[in-house]
């Protein structure tokens, strides 16, 4: 039987905080169906599939894969992904309207400061 390994999670706020001073170390996967990921797009995801994300995570050398998706998807995926050790999941990513963070643009256009 396999045991489930913990898959770390960061929050809205910490992820916006390395997405703002070292983008280079992370890449967004968006698995939100594709009209909320238009609507509430964090700038630079990528908007994927379940089935996808073993093949970006090979190729992600040594950046840091942070997953948006559903708990259920969570589950399944800390499953399905449990020889990778390069991802994390970003809880609350609704926060990031809320919090009013860019929508678009790149990290070195945003002079935003975390509260």
Same mark, same amino acid.
């Given at each position: 039987m396999k045991?489930?390994? $913990?898959? /770390?999670? $960061? /929050?809205? =706020?910490q992820v916006y905080q390395i997405w703002t001073t070292e983008p280079e170390v992370i890449q967004i996967l968006d698995l939100r169906d594709s009209v909320e990921f238009q609507k509430n797009h964090i700038p630079q995801a990528i908007n994927i599939t379940e089935a996808e994300a073993s093949k970006i995570l090979e190729n992600l050398n040594d950046r840091l894969a942070v997953f948006i998706c559903s708990q259920e998807e969570q589950l399944r995926? /800390? =499953?399905s992904l449990y020889e990778y050790s390069n991802f994390v999941f970003m809880r609350d990513c609704e926060r990031w309207l809320s919090l009013e963070y860019p929508m678009e643009g790149t990290p070195q256009d945003c002079s935003q400061k975390i509260t």
């Open positions: 045991t489930l390994k $913990l898959t /770390s999670q $960061l /929050s809205c =706020e995926l /800390s =499953e």
